[in-house]
């Protein structure tokens, strides 16, 4: 089946810091890309869409400037939360998707634990 | 607005029979999807649905209607590892996918 992985698992840092997170499409490759963002006890929240190549399309209330996402191919994806503060910690998750709109399954990454101290 | 809604928790007994029901309201349609999701992991597919009727795969079955924006998730021979958060979501027409807030399965010996 389809994995994606995401790197770092879990990353403890200072406020004030930013923190990259690497998400991968190991077999295959990722039409799209999403990352998402959840709290404790709370559901999914989507932050952004990336397609290779083109910038990020980002949800309402998610600051552009503040999570950087940077779609370098189509096997990787970047999310940098600059200047993070303990408000920003988080369990983030990225998904990938390949196919054609009607239906394209959305293959999650393991999630990386942010917490800012 | 656009509205998934889900029971937020349910609580079932080894080896019994639970459903769990997901009602949605969207601009549009295009694919119900359900996802399991341990405690601090990510979510898991389990099913999809696009046609009115019933998708079964093992002991877990999906049913849908679309005139009545009807879904639910059947689990059988219910497993303590079952214990999880059901996400239920929704392709609508601009193909995003509209997430429910899960429900907490809950299983007891």
């Known amino acids: 089946g389809a994995v994606v992985s995401q790197h770092p698992s879990w990353v403890i840092c200072k406020s004030g810091t930013s923190v990259k997170i690497e998400c991968r499409s190991l077999?295959?490759?990722?039409?799209?890309m999403f990352w998402y963002r959840q709290f404790p006890k709370q559901s999914l929240m989507l932050m952004a869409t990336s397609n290779e190549g083109s910038k990020a399309t980002y949800e309402q209330g998610v600051e552009k400037d503040k999570f950087l996402i940077n779609h370098a191919s189509l096997t990787l994806s970047t999310l940098t939360v600059t200047s993070a503060h303990p408000e920003d910690s988080s369990f983030y998750i990225c998904s990938a998707s390949v196919g054609a709109e009607g239906y394209n399954e959305q293959f999650f990454g393991p999630g990386t634990r942010l917490t800012v101290l | 607005g656009q509205n998934i809604d889900q029971p937020t928790e349910m609580t079932a007994t080894e080896g019994a029979i639970v459903q769990i029901n997901c009602t949605y309201q969207?601009?549009?349609?295009?694919?119900l999807f359900w996802y399991q999701q341990h405690a601090g992991e990510a979510p898991t597919f389990l099913s999809y649905n696009v046609l009115d009727g019933l998708e079964e795969k093992g002991r877990f079955s999906s049913f849908l209607s679309r005139s009545k924006g009807y879904s639910y998730l059947l689990l059988k021979e219910l497993q303590m590892k079952d214990s999880a958060s059901y996400l239920c979501a929704v392709k609508d027409s601009n193909y995003q996918l509209i997430w429910g807030a899960g429900t907490k399965l809950i299983i007891k010996p």
């Open positions: 969207t601009s549009g349609f295009n694919g």
């Open positions: 077999d295959f490759q990722a039409t799209t």
